[in-house]
């Protein structure tokens, strides 16, 4: 079975810095792709990281300059290191992943828990 385990999160000043890490196991033939997506209160759940493989990264305008995505494919983990962090940043953030399965070449699509970034003073 396939799944991923988020990490990091927390409380974090205005201005602040955090890093979340988001691993994937199991049986794993391939990992097409690996990003963040963030649910605000109230709100819909939307992409603002992404990392495919073989392809550039992108972000979405309200977080680009101060985001990175980064992989280690070694791992199969990916990060999302956050600078410079504001009220507006307040989420569940949620890892996303699309793997090809080992043996049984099933195309998956997977979400991570989910883990709460809080931005306040």
């Known amino acids: 079975q396939v799944q991923l385990m988020e990490s990091g999160g927390g409380l974090v000043q205005p201005g602040g810095s955090l890093r979340l890490s988001c691993a994937a196991s199991?049986?794993?033939?391939?990992?097409?792709?690996m990003g963040w997506y963030r649910q605000a209160p109230g709100k819909g759940r939307l992409l603002i990281a992404s990392?495919?493989?073989?392809?550039?990264?992108d972000y979405a305008d309200s977080v680009k300059g101060r985001f990175s995505i980064s992989r280690d494919s070694a791992k199969n983990t990916v990060y999302l290191q956050m600078n410079n962090l504001k009220p507006e940043d307040t989420a569940v953030y949620y890892c996303?992943?699309?793997?090809?399965?080992?043996?049984?070449?099933?195309?998956?699509?997977?979400w991570g828990q989910g883990t709460l970034v809080t931005v306040s003073s």
């Open positions: 199991g049986s794993i033939f391939s990992i097409n792709f």
């Open positions: 990392n495919p493989s073989g392809g550039p990264t």
């Open positions: 996303n992943a699309r793997i090809v399965e080992q043996q049984t070449y099933k195309y998956l699509e997977l």
